[in-house]
């Protein structure tokens, strides 16, 4: 089954069964779950992306996808 890893800090969580979702979207779901905070920065595959960019599992032999939010550097907290 095709899944989406998310990290924050030390929390980590695991969605199954989304083949395709904004970062913004999940964000959106995850923000306290996960407490993200709300300057963080999306990380996919080492480059920095916006909440528009879609998370698309459908094409793609990919199982799965890790995405990480981290605060950006210089910010306390």
């Known amino acids: 089954m095709k899944q989406i890893s998310i990290i924050c800090g030390a929390n980590t969580q695991v969605l199954e069964g989304v083949e395709k979702i904004s970062v913004g979207e999940l964000r959106e779901r995850m923000t306290d779950v996960m407490n993200i905070p709300s300057p963080a ?3 996919i595959g080492g480059r920095t992306v916006n909440d528009e960019e879609i998370i698309d599992l459908t094409g793609f ?3 799965s996808v890790q ?3 981290v605060k950006p550097a210089g910010t306390k907290g």
Do not use: G, K, M, V
Request: hydrophobic share 45%; net charge negative.
């Open 61 to 63: 032999d990919t199982q």
């Open 41 to 43: 920065q999306a990380i």
């Open 67 to 69: 995405i990480e939010f």
